[in-house]
């Protein structure tokens, strides 16, 4: 049988097999392809065509069920909703809604839906880059997390399995809290307390749906037309976004190799990345962290502090965390697993001073009366208990040095020339500078497309008309050691190609890769 969605596009892109099926079949419903009443392969048939585990299948058709996109009927199939069987049953699903036609009238946007659609609109990159990344036979440094291939799925899945069993009518309202599972606020406030130094019970904790859930909460709560906030440049564009929303005014803050500059800012907020800072790395002096905590005291203004990825260390010593250091009560610290598991597991966290607590908790039962992915949470609690996320952990770290290192050394010896490599000692991506001449770097790009290699440009991130230079993140987490090795040759032909690389850099390079091959079990 033929049955034909955008499956390959979706899953180059999610990297998860359920996923990126799910996505597929959505859209197809959404564009119209595939029209109500229109009955879907069963899970087996589907399962064979694309090469999937009848479980996988399973999970994406329970997924579009659960959103009104499909109906099962028993003992008949799986139909797309909306349309009548042939025992004139008929299907409806609010949410598979024909496209809407170009002539319909614009909607007449709130201030902050219009400032929202201008913020997103500012940002460069995204679409592009991710459609570069998705091109067939390509090998993509662009960031995307973890890969599919490093997390325990069978172990994740069982755990999530079990704590659906144990939910049930008997359950108590009282443990479905906006603020989440406790038993998951517990677990990381003993886990903050022992690896980060923050003293903080589970009431001082919010889950939220990843960290920009509690961001973009945060930016609407404590900020508003008029206001001042600061971000660090670059930054994580999602943070600019959330403050030009909110209608105040954007102080951009260049970093240097020890993070950003403290300032005497007119300012409400400050949005930073002290243990290392989004994207390149620096780490803030102790000195720096004082001034910070000193000048939100002083002016009365919040800190928010984005602990992105402090799991994934490798060597120097621990980071004292802002909010370890905070006696003022003006920091607030945001953390997320979606980068230690996977970006589909959408789970976050914000530990709040006592004063923001219940305003947050208020503000986010707007968005979640009742937690979100409560299983997931309850599952994840149990995960730590047992010391399966630390096992977890421990993996990836040493996976993700091995392959940092191996990045790095191809990076700083064959292209030297070309990329200047600001090292850390924690993190999944490697920030670097382009040292040549400007029209060479777009040369290169373009030339490494027919090479199938890419990489992420640091212009991304960076306040618009504030890049000086070009700079550009290499991610690493989602290849696997022959990936990156063969990423990084294609790049280097590619340089050769245009005469950028000298005769003995590229002699010099063959002689690294082979030693590197070596080290790596790579031949």
Not at 64 to 77: D, M, P, Q, T, Y
Request: glycine content about 12%; hydrophobic content about 40%; overall charge positive.
């Amino acid at each position: 049988m033929t049955f034909q969605v955008p499956y390959a596009t979706r899953l180059a892109v999610c990297g998860s097999k359920h996923l990126a099926l799910y996505q597929a079949i959505r859209d197809s419903i959404v564009g119209g392809a595939l029209p109500s009443g229109e009955r879907l392969p069963s899970t087996r048939q589907l399962a064979e065509l694309y090469g999937l585990s009848r479980g996988s299948v399973s999970v994406a058709y329970e997924m579009l069920a659960a959103e009104g996109f499909v109906r099962s009927i028993v003992g008949r199939g799986t139909f797309v909703a909306g349309g009548t069987t042939e025992t004139g049953l008929t299907l409806a699903a609010a949410d598979a809604k024909p496209a809407s036609p170009s002539g319909d009238a614009e909607p007449a946007l709130s201030a902050w839906g219009k400032r929202m659609m201008q913020a997103t609109l500012r940002e460069p990159g995204g679409a592009a880059e991710r459609s570069s990344a998705a091109e067939a036979e390509k090998i993509s440094f662009v960031p995307r997390g973890i890969g599919e291939q490093w997390f325990p799925w069978m172990e994740w899945k069982a755990s999530v399995t079990a704590q659906w069993k144990r939910l049930g009518p008997g359950e108590s309202d009282e443990r479905f809290v906006t603020e989440g599972s406790e038993e998951l606020r517990r677990a990381i406030a003993g886990r903050l307390g022992r690896e980060r130094g923050i003293a903080c019970a589970a009431e001082d904790i919010v889950i939220t749906g990843g960290s920009m859930q509690a961001i973009a909460l945060l930016s609407q709560l404590l900020v508003e037309s008029g206001d001042t906030v600061v971000t660090e440049d670059p930054c994580y564009p999602g943070i600019r976004q959330a403050v030009l929303s909110s209608g105040a005014s954007l102080v951009t803050e260049p970093v240097d190799r020890q993070g950003i500059v403290p300032q005497d800012w007119e300012a409400r907020m400050l949005f930073v990345t002290p243990t290392r800072q989004f994207p390149t790395g620096a780490v803030l002096t102790f000195e720096r962290r004082l001034a910070l905590l000193d000048w939100a005291s002083r002016r009365n203004a919040w800190i928010v502090e984005d602990d992105y990825d402090s799991d994934f260390r490798w060597g120097g010593r621990p980071i004292e965390p802002l909010k370890s250091l905070d006696r003022g009560g003006r920091v607030i610290y945001v953390g997320s697993f979606s980068r230690s598991m996977r970006r589909e597991i959408r789970i976050g966290y914000a530990v709040l001073p006592r004063s923001l607590r219940e305003p947050f908790i208020r503000a986010k039962r707007l968005y979640d009366p009742y937690p979100e992915g409560i299983a997931e949470q309850r599952a994840l609690a149990g995960w730590m208990h047992s010391g399966g996320y630390d096992r977890h952990l421990r993996r990836m770290r040493r996976l993700f040095h091995k392959r940092y290192e191996l990045l790095k050394a191809g990076l700083s010896r064959g292209l030297a020339a070309l990329f200047e490599v600001h090292p850390a000692d924690a993190g999944l991506l490697l920030y670097a500078r382009w040292r040549a001449d400007p029209a060479d770097y777009d040369r290169l790009k373009a030339r490494c497309r027919t090479y199938g290699a890419a990489w992420g440009d640091g212009a991304k991130y960076a306040a618009a008309g504030r890049e000086s230079g070009l700079s550009v993140v290499f991610g690493f987490a989602h290849l696997g050691e022959e990936d990156i090795a063969e990423g990084l040759s294609r790049i280097r032909r590619a340089a050769a190609d245009l005469g950028l690389l000298s005769g003995n850099e590229t002699k010099g390079e063959r002689r690294d890769g082979g030693h590197a091959a070596r080290r790596t079990g790579i031949v």
